[in-house]
């Protein structure tokens, strides 16, 4: 420490206001004769400690938290999310009728031209087949809200197996896994779906949601592998490596949760999408061939487009419902995105 | 015998159609036990890559290491992948760069350091959260029982320093290599810093490899100094030896670049001319050549050997400054 190259660097002043400043003092570092102003000093570090101590800091989460409550799209995305689910859960408090009853007032002046429209007892009017239509469109809720987020699961699920063993391993099996990804992303997701409803001996609702599940799986994977090699090459990774960390370990504590914010905020993307492409199914005849199930896709493309002429509302609603809460699904996902995602941090 | 032993230490890069590229070339130097040795060096010169040679810890493709690194009686490149992993973070710890980076940002301080104790001590979770309490309280980070529970972005930067040297010291290594430990700091923070690991290394008898290119935190630490150029060992001297008699020029180039309090006013900074790009390839020559102020025709004819001196270093100069001449 004698040599006079070291002072500019090594002597630094140790007037920090760091509270761990006031360890280095401990050590005797301190010239002789500034005993007692350090004693002085490390008093008043301890003070300014103790003032800041109980501030801590905030998590990620609830950083992100915050943030999404600044944003206004993510406000109207999750207002829309929350009555949303509100109605489904509540489906049979709220319906006036039963959704699957045909109410005589109604068939008695059910035509081919002419279908009953609102009354007093009956808001929206009935349906083709004389049933009450707004007890239908609100337990069609159910039915999306159910095939929306079991869809998204499974092909959240499925793709975040392909995507963190692909990730993880890299290399061959990483090849072999993104070959077949890429075949399935080669094909439009709806022709998929489609195909994959259309290889079902007997359609129900789980041949729906096990497509639009399929069909979001190389979506998953593909980013979960994306960062999961960004993180293989991150500091944090190459320490624990460094610390003798296993292998099994690095990848579940130290890969997997850093690599999974980007797919949660694709998952809430992906609702919408699952939502609009179960619509899509049951809308081209390919869902649930249960006719007393209400399903808004089922709504718009069967009854909707065959009495478009008689009863144009029959098609609007469950139309606008669909594209109201796709949107919602889709504002809360850039919502979250923009709070979560780095990048975009302003 | 040496705790840990480097002998022709090479690291050649390799990517398909293209040229190998040597990193680090022939290196050889020891540690003994307790001691604190630098490997000094501008970017680009095979500090690092050393260091991740002798962990075992660069990509599994795309390089050839050759040589020997003796650690305890084994060889640590000829160790079994398995074997190596257990012996990193027990026998040998690191601390790298970038505190911040080099934390899980999603994982909070104490279960980090809980982790290797769990690890390689076998404790239980409780055991090891209780450990890592002294741990944190002993690299002096103040009010260690709140720390342990927040995340790596709540705390300063030199907390999040210590926090590491808590990690990489929490198994008794034997050997710490800490590799550019103070560069991602303020110079107050440095200091303290240095300080700490310096204390550390002298209370548990650590070996410590001191990777920097600041010659102020050798000159504050270090007992032996290897510097390097383009891969290789240039010159090797004890400390006071190396700072007080530079033999090899770039060392020279090197002490007379640091800014110094009493140099005279309006004094021009010295700096050594021309960039690591301007190296020629060893087997032509010196690769400092095209930058050294005492290049003689000698210095273009093949690698220069690396010497003895008289007092009792290493060097791999042709025309070396004289010993007279001191740091200007």
Redesign the interface.
Known sequence: ?S????????????E?V???????KR?G?LPRGLDRLGERKRARLEQL?QAT?DK?????VRDAFRRLRRNPTAIVGASIVALFILVAIFAPLLAPHDPAQRFDELTKNLTVDNIPGASSEFPLGSDPLGRDFLSRMIHGSRQTLFVGVLATLIGLALGVLIGAIAGAFGGWVDNILMRFTDVMLALPALLLAISLVAMASRSSQWTVILAVAIVNVPIFARLLRGSMLAQRE???V?????????QG?IVL??ML??AMTAVIVQATLTLSTAILEAASLSFLGLGDPDINRAEWGLMLGVDGQRYFEVRPELAYYPAVAIIVVALGFTLLGEGMREAIDPKSRR | MSLLDVRDLSVVFQRRGERPFTAVDKVSFSVEPGQTVGLVGESGCGKSVTSLAIMGLLPRRGNKVTGEVNFDGADLLKLRPDDMRDRRGRDIGMIFQDPLSSLNPVVPIGTQVAEVLERHRGMDRKAAMKESRELLDAVGIPDPMRRLKEYPHQISGGMRQRALIAIALACKPRLLIADEPTTALDVTIQAQILTLLKQLVDETGTALIMITHDLGVVAGLCDTVNVLYGGKVVERAARHELFARPRHPYTHGLLSSVPRLDSPRGERLHAIRGSVADNIPWVEGCAFAPRCDNVVDACLEGTPPLDPTATGGDLRCNNPVSEEVAVP
Do not use: F
């Not at chain 1, 801590?56 to 990620?60: I, P």
């Not at chain 1, 190459?238 to 296993?246: C, F, H, N, S």
């Open positions: 420490m040599d006079p190259i070291t002072r500019p660097v090594v002597g630094t002043p140790r920090s760091d509270p761990a400043a006031v360890e280095e050590e570092t400690a101590a801590g800091g905030v998590s990620l991150s500091d944090h190459l320490a624990a490596r460094a610390l003798g960390v296993k370990s504590r130290h949760p850093n």
